[in-house]
């Protein structure tokens, strides 16, 4: 490390019984240093005002708008416990009721939305981390194809109801 993140860090990486538990705890404890407190609050304000679909995001998929909002929260120092109620609220009323019947089934966790009936982003097939689908199963492949098909029309009756 070296410079100024050398001097705001040094202390508590070095330390034996305050040291950052994690590289996450590091980053906030940077973050706070270079947002001045007008910066946050602008930030915070960008974040409220977010919603999926908005005026120049009117095509967006549900997995782009949520890297959008992972990103304002972050930025807008949103308490990531927060993340799943408030990502509910600024999903289009048209979208919750499409997803209204697994709700539940998210417990409340941010990390498991995926936006599509009956997925979750673990297991979702239009989610790039997923391995285990072999694409050359005719099954999984008709599997991936419906998955793509349904966000397609998702995103398409979103934009033609807006």
Same mark, same amino acid.
């Given at each position: 490390?070296? $410079?100024?993140?050398?001097?705001?860090?040094? +202390?508590?990486?070095?330390?034996?019984? @305050?040291?950052? *538990?994690?590289?996450?705890?590091?980053? +906030?404890?940077?973050? #706070?240093?270079?947002?001045? $407190?007008?910066?946050?609050? =602008?930030? *915070?304000?960008?974040?409220?005002?977010?919603?999926?679909?908005?005026?120049? @995001?009117?095509?967006?998929?549900?997995?782009?708008?949520?890297? &959008?909002?992972?990103?304002?929260?972050?930025?807008? =120092?949103?308490?990531? #416990?927060? !993340? %799943?109620?408030?990502?509910? /609220?600024?999903?289009?009323?048209? %979208? *919750?009721? &499409?997803?209204?019947?697994?709700?539940?089934? !998210?417990? $409340?966790?941010?990390?498991?939305?995926? $936006?599509?009936?009956? @997925?979750?982003?673990?297991?979702?097939?239009?989610?790039?981390?997923?391995?285990?689908?072999? *694409?050359?199963?005719?099954?999984?492949?008709? =599997?991936?194809?419906?998955?793509?098909?349904?966000? #397609?029309?998702?995103?398409?009756?979103? /934009?033609?109801?807006?």
């Amino acid at each position: 490390m070296t $410079g100024l993140a050398k001097t705001y860090l040094e +202390h508590q990486y070095l330390s034996a019984t @305050h040291g950052f *538990r994690s590289a996450e705890e590091m980053m +906030h404890l940077l973050g #706070s240093y270079y947002l001045t $407190g007008n910066e946050t609050e =602008q930030a *915070r304000n960008l974040f409220d005002d977010l919603q999926i679909g908005e005026k120049g @995001h009117a095509s967006e998929t549900f997995p782009e708008f949520k890297a &959008r909002f992972q990103s304002a929260a972050i930025t807008g =120092q949103v308490s990531e #416990s927060e !993340w %799943f109620q408030y990502m509910w /609220n600024k999903l289009t009323p048209q %979208f *919750r009721s &499409r997803v209204a019947i697994i709700k539940n089934q !998210w417990n $409340g966790d941010y990390q498991t939305m995926c $936006g599509k009936p009956g @997925h979750f982003q673990d297991k979702c097939p239009l989610n790039a981390t997923v391995k285990e689908i072999d *694409r050359n199963d005719p099954e999984a492949e008709e =599997q991936w194809e419906e998955a793509v098909e349904l966000q #397609s029309d998702a995103s398409i009756e979103e /934009n033609d109801e807006a």
